[in-house]
Structures are given as C-alpha cells and as structure tokens.
C-alpha cells in the first residue's frame, strides 16, 4: 500500500465548547495505481480526510502513513510527502496569485530548488498533461482564462511538483459541462499514461462514475462503506441512506427494476443503452395484427 490511515480521529476546536469531531475512527488503505472516491453528504469529514492524506493536517489519534512515513513522528519529512501527494482544494482558481499562467505552474517546482531548462519543461509537461497550449498561454494572466481552463492550470501546479498521488477536491464543482468533461477526460488520461494515483472528493455521481474504481462513503466522520463502485451503485436506497443522489443513469436503470427488468446499473449511457437493448427490448412480444 501507499497510504495507509488506521484509527485516525480529529476535532476542530477540541476541548473548547464550540468543537467539532470531523473524524472518528477511519481506517483505509490506497495503493498505487488506484482510483479512489471519497463520497458523503457535506460535513461528512471528507476535505478533513484528504488534508491528512498530505500532512497537512496531522491525525489528534490514530495514524496516516505515507509511503512509510508517519506524519505525527516528530521531523516527519512532510514537505516531501507533499510533494508526492499533490491536493488540489475546492475552487482552486481562488488561491491564484502570478501575473502569468508559467509563473503559477512553475511555482511549485521553483521552490523544490528546479531552475532553468528543467523548470521550463517541467511546466511545459504539467501544461501539456491537463490540455494547455503551452506557447498560447503562457505567458497570459490566469485571470483571463475560462473557469474550466483556470482549473486546469491549478491541476497543472501540482503536477509540476511530479507526485504519485493526485487528490481533488470537488474538482468540476462550477464548471459547465464542456469544462467538466474536458477535465474529467485529462484526468483518465493521466491514469492511463502515467499511471497516477488519484483520490476524488465529489457529490457528482456522473463524475466519481468516470474516474473511480473503489468508492469510500464517510456518513458522520466514519467510514460506512468501501468498496468497488458498481457494488455501491447497485442499490438505489443505499446510496440515498448516506445522502447521495443516483444520476439520471442509475434512476432510468432502477425504473426497470421496479418494472421487472433485471438491469445491472450502468457506468455510462453505453452500458445502460446495451442493458436496454439485452434485457428489456429481447423481453417486448411482437405485435399481432389481424387482417
């Protein structure tokens, strides 16, 4: 494994009369090469368990270990856990602050200590992997650049740092849905070329169906469920016991399911069109017509 949380439990303000216990008790384990989502109803704990998957915030109890490095031992080597595990937050464009779409990409491999032709084309790569023209762009502001755009570029900051493990918080969440598909399409991309790790945080079923493999369901700072994506797609009042509402997808394939028609939920509307066309058009008797 790479990431490894066991019993990990955290409170905001603890011991004040206005605390908050975000995490009790989760356990999980992420390997390499996986593609995991992070699903639950808001105030579940899920930004809180990403931001201890990169240190940057420490477990009160329990432990996270990456890549065998505990990040509560006292000297933990946290800036380079960091850079191995790469968190984009929620709105990302907001934390923006270059004159230039370079200057931000490069910000982060500036300060690792990279200069010159290697910074250059550690930035170009990061660019180029998200879909940026890299001579078009370069040089604007990313200011003025569309909402889909900016958050690419945000995704190419960290890149730039060459991490194992991607994590995303709400990554489409405002984007339109050319944007959306346009991301959702670079990121498996970067699963299939470079063999990324990737961790989602999203209430988007469309997009946690695109991307991830293995679902991880926190239902008020506690894990209530993990494992493969079909087997947590399977069950209509499932998902909406822990606040998750099916896609238009998955409501089309329950309908037939109350109908009679024993229809696997689909991933995509591929799967769904050849569910229709196997299990319920095969089952529709020809019309008689009397002359």
């Known amino acids: 494994m790479f990431i490894l949380v066991e019993n990990v439990s955290f409170t905001y303000l603890a011991n004040t009369p206005f605390a908050v216990q975000a995490l ?13 989502a ?30 065998g490095v505990d990040t509560r031992v006292r000297g933990a080597a946290l800036k380079e856990i960091r850079q191995k ?14 004159e230039t779409v370079f200057r931000e990409v490069a910000f982060a ?47 190419a900051s960290i890149l730039s740092m060459k991490p194992e493990v991607l994590v995303l918080d709400e990554p489409t969440a405002g984007l339109d849905p050319q944007g959306r598909t346009a ?59 822990y606040g998750i509402i099916p896609s238009p997808l998955l409501r089309a394939a329950f309908l037939l399911r109350a109908r009679g028609f024993e229809v696997d939920p689909p991933l995509t509307p591929l799967e769904l069109y050849r569910e229709i066309e196997e299990k319920v058009l095969v089952r529709r008797k020809p019309c008689s017509v009397e002359v």
């Open 183 to 241: 991301l959702l399409e670079r990121l498996q991309d970067l699963r299939r070329q470079w063999g990324l790790t990737v961790v989602l945080v999203s209430h988007n079923v469309e997009d946690v169906a695109r991307i991830a493999e293995r679902v991880v369901v926190l239902e008020r700072g506690r894990v209530a469920f993990d494992g493969p994506v079909r087997e947590f797609f399977a069950y209509e009042h499932r998902m909406r016991q």
């Open 24 to 36: 009790q008790g989760v356990s999980l384990t992420i390997s390499r090469g996986e593609s995991v």
């Open 85 to 98: 595990v790469g968190l984009v937050f929620q709105y990302p464009e907001d934390q923006m602050f270059e």
């Open 109 to 155: 491999p500036r300060n690792m200590g990279v200069e010159g032709e290697e910074l250059e084309a550690r930035v170009r790569w990061a660019m180029e992997a998200v879909g940026l023209n890299y001579e078009a762009l370069k040089d604007k502001s990313p200011f003025e650049l569309s909402g889909g755009q900016m958050r690419r570029v945000a995704i």
């Open 38 to 67: 992070i699903l639950g109803r808001t105030g579940c704990g899920k930004s809180t368990l990403v931001q201890h998957l990169n240190g940057l915030l420490v477990p009160q109890e329990g432990r996270v270990v990456v890549d």
